[in-house]
């Protein structure tokens, strides 16, 4: 059956083309050093915004009108979800879609019956994979929304759910491997704390750092060859979310030893509840070669909550493209619309518009990003800004032949500090001359 009935499959018609049903910066075949589009984005549908959403929020319920809103068995809906998933990915030209086990199948009374209902969706979803080219880009466990998991996950004062949480994230790793999921992400839904006058954070941290071990564990025994990624966030649902920020998790990782078993998946609105920008929490990844996967979307930045909006700011897409060049490009990530359209924006249709938007400004933003890159003038404006470590005194700092006290000889000598501008208004100034056109394509 066909759920979309309104859209046809989404084209690239280009720049000045007057159909909002189709990609005018996106061309999925379009080859760029050496590879089409398509490969370089690996763009990929979020199953939990996509088909689970219904636009609901603390004031009214969900306004979401869907194909599927006629279907009241829970299990013929999950299947009809599926299909529409295919449908919609394949319509979109998007290659990949992630998911929740919760999303996909839902929850029965035991946890022996919620297993055998998701075993059915996953092997309905390969069966559906027979005939598509859609591919799982990540899977992950959804160990937050029932009620069990009030007091966190692998974080909970309470043994049993630390137990249940592990059986779900096992059987979760499971069907991500069965649907060939190229990575598993750990999000730490509650993985943290409302007040630490009841808190034992050294425990808390432990235990969460105990249950990762046995996940890869696990994941050895198995044969799970994807990449584990881990998602920080800094807060909500919980005060503070120990997964704070990139920087935290790198270094929550090291102390436990477990940094080479993972990689970051980075959400846009993520880093700009942790108080930093996309670029920032992208750079972090890869400079500590930890650079996985994105999760596209965007914040508002008057609103302090997790807004998960479509991306459709150009100058962020753009830098975290550069970033992501700079990083090599994507190996087994891609670009996840973590992304729901706005509640009043309750069609089916919107579901297209709105992946279409962040897909071209995902797709211009690489465009600028690649020019910049292969132009590298950002890139030699820095090397010359850091000159001064490439010879003399500089090259013995970096090169640790430097102490204290050579420092202290050569710095008595230094009469006069010869210093160079910055010159931040200039490189904006260029980095506007690629987005608005001049130096772009
Ligand atoms: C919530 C997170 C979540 C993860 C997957 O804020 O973004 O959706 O991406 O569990
Ligand atoms: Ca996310
Ligand atoms: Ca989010």
Redesign the pocket.
């Known amino acids: 059956m066909e759920y979309f009935k309104n859209v046809k499959t989404i084209n690239y018609e280009g720049a000045n083309s007057d159909n909002p049903l189709s990609f005018k910066h996106y061309n999925p075949s379009e080859v760029i050093d050496g590879k089409p589009m398509k490969e370089h984005l690996r763009f990929a549908v979020a199953y939990?915004h996509t088909y689970q959403a219904r636009g609901v929020d603390p004031f009214g319920a969900g306004t979401a009108v869907r194909p599927w809103d006629d279907i009241s068995d829970p299990m013929d809906l999950a299947k009809a979800k599926m299909e529409a998933n295919f449908e919609l990915c394949e319509k979109l030209q998007v290659p990949f879609f992630c998911f929740?086990d919760r999303d996909i199948s839902p929850e029965d009374k035991t946890l022996s019956e919620t297993n055998k209902k998701l075993d059915t969706i996953v092997s309905y979803a390969k069966e559906l994979m027979k005939t598509s080219g859609v591919r799982v880009l990540w899977g992950?466990a959804?160990a937050f929304s029932n009620p069990r998991y009030m007091h966190g996950a692998a974080t909970s004062c309470n043994a049993d759910v630390f137990a249940f949480a592990a059986a779900q994230v096992k059987k979760a790793m499971e069907a991500t491997k069965e649907l060939g999921g190229q990575n598993y992400?750990f999000?730490g839904?509650r993985e943290g704390y409302e007040t630490l006058l009841n808190t034992d954070m050294k425990l808390e941290l432990e235990n969460y750092a105990r249950f990762l071990q046995m996940a890869v564990d696990y994941a050895k025994e198995i044969g799970f060859e994807g990449q584990f990624l881990i998602?920080p966030?800094p807060k909500e649902p919980t005060k503070h979310q120990y997964d704070f920020d990139t920087a935290t998790v790198i270094a929550f990782l090291k102390t436990y030893g477990l940094d080479k078993h993972f990689k970051m998946n980075i959400?846009a609105n993520?880093a700009t509840l942790a108080g930093h920008t996309f670029q920032h929490e992208l750079a972090t990844a890869r400079i500590n070669n930890m650079f996985g996967s994105i999760?596209a979307n965007q914040g508002d930045m008057l609103l302090g909550w997790?807004t998960d909006q479509f991306p459709t700011n150009i100058y962020d897409t753009t830098l975290a493209m550069y970033e992501t060049i700079k990083a090599g490009g994507f190996t087994s990530g891609g670009l996840n619309f973590?992304s729901k359209p706005r509640r009043a924006s309750f069609t089916p249709e919107d579901l297209f518009y709105s992946h279409i938007a962040g897909m071209d400004t995902f797709a211009k933003g690489f465009k600028i990003a690649h020019k910049m890159h292969n132009d590298g003038k950002f890139e030699a404006f820095m090397k010359n800004r850091y000159s001064s470590y490439n010879s003399g005194i500089g090259k013995e700092i970096v090169s640790g032949k430097a102490d204290f006290k050579a420092l202290e000889k050569y710095a008595l000598k230094i009469d006069d500090i010869a210093s160079s501008s910055g010159n931040q208004e200039m490189l904006e100034g260029l980095l506007n001359q690629y987005i608005l056109g001049g130096n772009s394509n």
Request: net charge negative.
């Open positions: 939990w929740h992950t959804n992400v999000w839904g998602e966030k959400e993520h999760d997790d973590d």
